[in-house]
Structure formats: structure tokens, C-alpha cells
């Protein structure tokens, strides 16, 4: 029996060899436009270990595929299975382009990585390309330095898929902040299919209000605190230990802290840090909530990092934010916070590694005190969803033409 073409379908790829920025990107794009559609289906193809953690609504689902984590010489290894690491992305291919058989989209959006892992993708893009499918290439606002970004994209050939299989590249952000294209150099076919949405916008729901919030005494009373937050806590070490030495120093400190220390640190650093935040008063900690946003929907401020989704979400809850951004192995996250700094839409600390306890302290006194972001006024900078929504309404209402239909049944 053939699929139900009144009804459509999305198919999301997203190789997520570590963290949870790409696939909490995505689960927010999936969520948006099923709100949006009542018609639509979406389905994600992830490599997230902890992608199950996470609530999905209805009419999005996932098929988790095996994973592998980066090794720091660049290379890629298997999370869980002991087999070959070539087998193992044969196998990640297989099921990609299995699973875009079976369920056979009327869109194809990836996120980040034009040919996938490795180059893992490029087959499914094919098939899905001669079946007239379109191909999205959904790209963060800011990749790394142009410098790095166009060596990278150069070592994987990915010009030729960008031009000749990709039919429209999304920017989540705005250039008035960051182009991550910009000195790269690219055909003009390419930059022609690049839109910049405008970043996604985040919201919450007060029924999923983390309960061990209200069990721990810091916040036992709705006080204020400020919210701590690594992302996925792989590389977010220095971070929880520079605010733990600020209060370990500076016990004044007006607001407590709550630490999320992120579900891929490493276990010895946690119970590290849980040692350290058991001796202090004003400060708690939690590994990992996939409810974050109502965490940080009612928190003071917030202390971060500055990847993407936290960024969006420190726009979306209007939020004073002090970000503390990595610069290795990309310099993404320097680059956003160095950009929202300069608008005024955050303040950056840079981490040189002394860490000075005093000068967190007096950064973790002054954020209650800073400008809110909605202070600034640019035009579209939340927009991202809605431009998504749209767009995809355009393509499907083509797709439901009497032509186009005409076109596929002379096709199937």
C-alpha cells in the first residue's frame, strides 16, 4: 500500500556524535511545525545516546542510530559497539538511506553537516534528490572561524553537494550578527539558495516545572538564583569549577547558584563537583533536566557557555546572561558571544585559565544588575520558527498542486 499523500512528512538527520545542541535543535524545528501542521509527520534520525531522555509530541518520533564519539586526533570511534569503525558508519549509512526509503519525505532537512558523518548521508541525499525531494541544509549562525570552517569544508568536499544536490540552506540567525558563510568561498548558486531565518525561539510550560527544584533549599522559597548551565557538560568543566571557586570565595554572593553539570561530563568530575557543592550553602546541582527551558524561564540570570540553543533561550526568556565561551576545538562559541557583546545582548568573560575566584564573583554580583537583552531592538531576531513554518507551507502547498500531483503519479 502506498503512502497517504494528503499526509506529509518530514525526515530530520542529525548525526550527533556528542552533546545535545544538534538534536535539541532539531527536536525544536519538529515540535514548531507539527504545532503548526496538522497534517505533517516528523521523523528524526539521531545518534544521541540520551535521545530517549527527552519528551517528543505527538506525530514526532526518532529512530536512534548506533553512535560514535569524536576522539580527540579528529577521528571517530563506536560509543557502545566493539566493531571497526568503517563497519560501523557502513551501518549508520544503511539505516539512513533505509529509513528514507521506507518512509519516503516530502522534505529532507539536515542539520550541520552537508554529507553527514563522514560523508554518511550523501547516498540517502542522492535518492531522495532524483525522487525530487526537496534538500535542506539547516546551519547554527555561527560555524567556526571562516579561516578553519572553509579548510574543513574543503577536506570533505562539500562545494559540489551544496551546489548541485542541496536545493535550500537555512541560516538560523540573522548576518546582523553572524554569517557563518562569510569568507568562505562559495559559488553564487549557493549563496542565491541561502536564507537566514532568524533565531528559534523557545518557550515552556509551567506543568514542566522540574520537581527536585523545589526540594532543594536554595530555591525552596522561589528565591531567585542564577542557573549554571554546561549543555551537554562534555567540555563544561572549567566553567562549573570557576563558579564554584567564586562562591567558595566569596560566600556573599547575594544569588544562589543551581549548577547543571550536563549528562556527558565525565563521572569522576561530577562527584568532584558534587563534593565541592555539598559544602556550600548557596549553591546546588542537578546532572541533567530535559526540561531545562523552565529552569532557565525562572532563573535571575544565567551563566553559560554560549552554544547555540542556550543562546536562543537567553534571547527567548529575555535573560542577563554572562557567557564564558570555549575556544577549542571551534572558536563558534567565542564568536556569538563576542558578537551579542558588542550589541549589547550579553556580557562575555574569557576564560585564560587562571580563573581568579574574585573576578567571577564580582561577574556573578553585577548579572542581576546588567541590561535585559529585549533592550535591543533588532528586527526579526526571533523569528526563525515562524519563517520555517512558512516556508514549509509554501513547499507543500506546491507539492498538492494539480501539476505537481500530476508529476508524481507519472513518477511512482
Known amino acids: 500500500m502506498g503512502k497517504d499523500r494528503s499526509r506529509a512528512r518530514l525526515l530530520i538527520y542529525s548525526h550527533d556524535s556528542f552533546g545535545l545542541g544538534h538534536l535539541r535543535r532539531c527536536r525544536t524545528i519538529a515540535h514548531s511545525l507539527v504545532d503548526h501542521r496538522e497534517d505533517l509527520s516528523v521523523l528524526i534520525l539521531s545518534g544521541s545516546p540520551i535521545i530517549g531522555s527527552f519528551d517528543f509530541r505527538t506525530r514526532v518520533d526518532f529512530i536512534r542510530i548506533p553512535g560514535v564519539i569524536k576522539l580527540r586526533n579528529g577521528g571517530y570511534t563506536s560509543l557502545s559497539l566493539d566493531i571497526d569503525i568503517e563497519e560501523m558508519l557502513d551501518m549508520r549509512a544503511s539505516f539512513i538511506h533505509h529509513a528514507a526509503e521506507i518512509f519516503e519525505p516530502d522534505i529532507f532537512l539536515v542539520d550541520k553537516e552537508p554529507l553527514g558523518l563522514r560523508g554518511e548521508v550523501k547516498d540517502t541525499l542522492t535518492l531522495l534528490k532524483d525522487r525530487g525531494v526537496p534538500l535542506v541544509l539547516g546551519l547554527r549562525d555561527v560555524m567556526d572561524d571562516p579561516e578553519q570552517l572553509a579548510e574543513e569544508w574543503r577536506r570533505k568536499n562539500v562545494v559540489p553537494a551544496l551546489r548541485d544536490l542541496y536545493d535550500h540552506i537555512w541560516i538560523y540567525g540573522l548576518p546582523e550578527i553572524c554569517d557563518p558563510l562569510e569568507g568562505v568561498e562559495l559559488p553564487a548558486s549557493v549563496r542565491d539558495k541561502t536564507k537566514f531565518t532568524g533565531y528559534l525561539r523557545r518557550d515552556w510550560s509551567r506543568t514542566a516545572t522540574p520537581s527536585t ?3 532543594m533549599a536554595p530555591f525552596a522559597g522561589n528565591e531567585p538564583y542564577l542557573l549554571v548551565t554546561t549543555g551537554g557538560g562534555g567540555d563544561g568543566a572549567g566553567l562549573i569549577d570557576w563558579v ?10 547575594p544569588d544562589p547558584a543551581l549548577l547543571v553539570l ?7 568530575l561530577q562527584s568532584e563537583f558534587m563534593e565541592r557543592v555539598n559544602r556550600l550553602d548557596r549553591v546546588d546541582a542537578i546532572t541533567f533536566d530535559a526540561n531545562v527551558e523552565s529552569l532557565i524561564a525562572n532563573a ?14 537567553i534571547l527567548s526568556f529575555d535573560k542577563r546572561a554572562l557567557i564564558i565561551p570555549r575556544t577549542i576545538p571551534r572558536l563558534e562559541q567565542h564568536i556569538r558571544a563576542s558578537r551579542a557583546q558588542e550589541l549589547g545582548l550579553v556580557r562575555m568573560l574569557s576564560d585564560t585559565g587562571e580563573r581568579d575566584p574574585m573576578k567571577m564573583a564580582g561577574a556573578l554580583r553585577e548579572l542581576p544588575f546588567q541590561e535585559k537583552p529585549s533592550r535591543i531592538n533588532i528586527l526579526g531576531l526571533l523569528d526563525g520558527l515562524s519563517v520555517i513554518n512558512g516556508m514549509v507551507d509554501s513547499w507543500l502547498s506546491e507539492k498538492t498542486s494539480p501539476a505537481k500531483q500530476s508529476l508524481v503519479k507519472q513518477n511512482t
Open 213 to 215: 527544584i523545589a526540594t
Open 262 to 268: 550536563g549528562p556527558f561530563m565525565r563521572t569522576n
Open 300 to 313: 535571575t540570570g544565567i551563566v553559560s557557555m554560549g552554544g547555540y540553543n542556550i543562546f536562543c533561550e
Open 244 to 253: 564554584l571557586r567564586a562562591y567558595e570565595q566569596d560566600p556573599g554572593i
